[in-house]
């Protein structure tokens, strides 16, 4: 099974809005609602930033949310900060009862 | 405190076979789904294996299927991959992973801080 469809890379100023999609099929995204996101800053472990396709862990930043729309979900990081560049990954259930992760995708503060 | 702590990694031949382990402490065992995700330095997350709190339903990624094996010993608060047939395509760092609940597809919200494994001839 292939991966989920992420965007290699998005960037944004400070202060703006970016958006990362998340692009599956019904089998995974679609059907269920255990889609999740990670952050991973470089040489650190992944952290959990959304689960179950809109809740946020926490101490996770309410500058990230979460949404789901079809076989797409996406992650949106609002009012953009430094510390926000990093891989984002999003991560789903599928059918033959596995789990899947996204390609990731490079954040960058411009 | 919370903790994973992967060992058994290592260098192997292509065609053999690894042990890896994780030690968790700070947290109750058997109230939680875990995994095994992988990574290739400078590339992305593979989720490798995954079972429930009492290793009844287990789940495996399609390029391991058949290769690996996932367990876990509640009463040592262990959890295992058994790696055979290697590849080198399976060189990567193994994490250990805890997941939000019993369920092993739940998200995951424990990291251990990985073991290297390097399939090379």
């Known amino acids: 099974q292939s991966a989920l469809t992420q965007p290699p890379s998005v960037s944004g100023s400070p202060g703006q809005s970016i958006t990362i999609s998340c692009t599956g099929t019904s089998s995974d995204i679609g059907g269920y609602k255990y889609v999740s996101w990670y952050q991973q800053h470089p040489g650190k472990v992944p952290k959990v930033i959304i689960y179950d396709v809109g809740h946020r862990p926490s101490g996770v930043s309410n500058r990230f949310s979460g949404s789901k729309s079809g076989n797409t979900a996406s992650l949106t990081i609002s009012d953009l900060q430094a510390e926000d560049e990093a891989d984002y990954y999003c991560?789903?259930?599928?059918?033959?009862?596995?789990?899947?992760f996204g390609g990731g995708t490079k954040v960058t503060v411009l | 405190e919370v903790q994973l702590l992967e060992s058994g990694g290592g260098v192997i031949r292509p065609g053999g076979s690894l042990r890896l382990s994780c030690a968790a402490s700070?947290?109750?065992?058997?109230?939680?789904?875990l995994s095994w995700v992988r990574q290739v330095p400078g590339k992305g997350l593979e989720w490798v294996a995954g079972l429930n709190w009492n290793g009844k339903s287990q789940g495996y990624g399609e390029s391991v299927q058949g290769r690996f094996t996932i367990s876990r010993d509640n009463a040592k608060n262990s959890l295992f991959l058994q790696m055979t047939s290697l590849r080198v395509e399976d060189t990567a760092l193994y994490y250990c992973a805890r997941h939000g609940d019993i369920y092993y597809f739940q998200y995951v919200d424990v990291w251990g801080k990985g073991t290297t494994v390097t399939v090379s001839s």
């Open positions: 991560s789903s259930y599928t059918d033959n009862t596995n789990v899947i």
């Open positions: 700070g947290f109750k065992f058997d109230n939680y789904g």
